[in-house]
């Protein structure tokens, strides 16, 4: 199976720059083309990925470590982070509708699939206090309880 | 052979400088042979917090430079016989020194000293890898801000790409009052996004305005709260084990409670 590029990269200002709107996330980047999904194409990340830190990967992205603030992560396919979600995340950044974004705490500063946009609300509001699934759902961007029967989206 | 320790934070103004003048003090007393090394060009002012301003003749660009022997820039402190400053030149910019020049002048400083302490300017660019390149390990100081803390993270990524290993925390400026009203976050939510050691939590403590102000490290005042915590943290460094003070504790204390669902 053909791995495409990986990067991580830790740049001045990466996580800033897509804090106030919602640009697409390529920049100068190649565009993740969701041609290149293919079902088993996946990169497994063990780490935190930390403020001004991201990941851009055109397959699908599991990460086993916690997304903080400032750092981001764009997949053309799916995000599974095993941990704590607090960056900036983008799945199916090649327009793919059928992406998920799936996280042991969904706590995204900002939340996008395809070019579908949500971002946390301002001031403070309860964390989750479960797994949770985000995903388009009729058009708009929902996030649900992760339960055992939720894996079953991951197949669509 | 000693160690060389650098006290860093990405945001200024949370406290590096007056964090190595106290724990280079604190060390000193316990009888170590200690050396701060002010890295923060164009912007020193660790002499002046340590109350040796009068006695700058020679710095750092100086000594990397060849334009002085190492000797003769080391400041003896007025305090203790094995405390020496190195300080910061005022004239000249950040690029007057390099990664390399760094790692000479550390090598050859923990030769003659326990502990070589240096304080590290703000910002991530070259005064940033010039002050971590000579490194072995590092203590994060971050304020219990949101974007103090946002900092902290950034620098403790750049840490581990550069393989400084599991820096250690200092919390500076906390206020317990502020704390308890949920008006300033705890040690607790820092450390779950920063997931690193905890070193020790500083208070806010005027005593450190007046002590910068004198130039004299309140480490060296027994009735500050704060100078305590910087007797504490002194200690940590060098392998002792001290509990943390309560005021420290308080954030320790409200996860229990949240443990057992109160
Ligand atoms: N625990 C504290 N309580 C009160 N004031 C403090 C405390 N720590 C630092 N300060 C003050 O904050 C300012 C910035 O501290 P400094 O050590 O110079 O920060 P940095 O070196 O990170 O820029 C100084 O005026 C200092 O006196
Ligand atoms: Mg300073």
Redesign the interface.
């Known amino acids: 199976m053909k791995v495409t590029s990986i990067e991580i990269h830790?740049s001045?200002g990466a996580g800033q720059a897509l804090e106030s709107n919602n640009r697409p996330a390529e920049g100068k980047k190649e565009p993740v083309s969701w041609e290149e999904i293919d079902g088993e194409n996946t990169i497994l990340l063990r780490r935190?990925l930390?403020?001004?830190?991201s990941i851009r990967y055109p397959g699908h992205i599991v990460i086993m470590g916690?997304v903080?603030?400032?750092a981001e992560v764009v997949a053309g396919g799916n995000i599974i982070v095993m941990g704590?979600l607090?960056g900036v995340a983008h799945a199916g950044a090649g327009g793919y509708e059928g992406a998920l974004v799936a996280a042991f705490r969904l706590n995204p500063s900002q939340l996008r699939i395809a070019n579908h946009f949500t971002r946390a609300p301002d001031g403070n509001y309860p964390e989750p206090q479960q797994p949770e699934i985000a995903r388009v759902s009729g058009g708009t961007l929902i996030i649900e309880n992760y339960h055992s029967g939720s894996s079953k989206l991951f197949n669509l | 052979m000693g160690e060389v320790i650098v006290v860093t934070s990405g945001k200024g103004g949370v406290g590096k400088t007056t964090t190595t003048a106290n724990i280079g003090t604190g060390l000193a007393v316990m009888g170590n042979k200690v050396v701060l090394v002010d890295t923060d060009i164009g912007l020193r002012n660790l002499d002046v917090v340590m109350g040796l301003e009068n006695r700058i003749v020679y710095d750092i660009v100086d000594v990397v430079t060849g334009n002085c022997r190492l000797k003769q820039a080391l400041i003896k402190d007025k305090r203790f016989e094995d405390l020496f400053l190195l300080p910061a030149a005022q004239t000249k910019d950040k690029t007057a020194v390099s990664e390399e020049q760094m790692r000479e002048l550390t090598q050859q400083l923990k030769e003659e000293f326990d502990y070589v302490i240096i304080d590290c300017p703000a910002g991530i660019e070259q005064g940033f890898k010039n002050a971590i390149a000579g490194a072995q390990r590092a203590i994060v100081v971050t304020t219990p801000e949101v974007a103090a803390v946002r900092d902290a993270d950034r620098i403790i990524g750049l840490l581990e790409a550069a393989l400084l290993a599991e820096p250690k925390l200092i919390v500076n400026r906390l206020r317990p009052s502020m704390v308890k009203k949920g008006d300033m976050m705890d040690i607790d939510d820092m450390i779950e996004i920063l997931a690193i050691e905890l070193l020790g939590v500083v208070p806010e403590d005027e005593a450190i305005v007046i002590s910068t102000n004198k130039g004299e490290p309140a480490v060296l005042d027994k009735q500050s709260k704060a100078g305590e915590a910087y007797r504490n943290i002194s200690k940590r460094i060098t392998g002792e084990h001290v509990p943390l003070m309560n005021l420290e504790a308080d954030g320790f204390f409200r996860r229990l409670r949240r443990l057992f669902g109160a």
Do not use: A, L
């Open positions: 830790s001045e935190t930390r403020s001004c830190q916690d903080n603030p400032g704590n607090r």
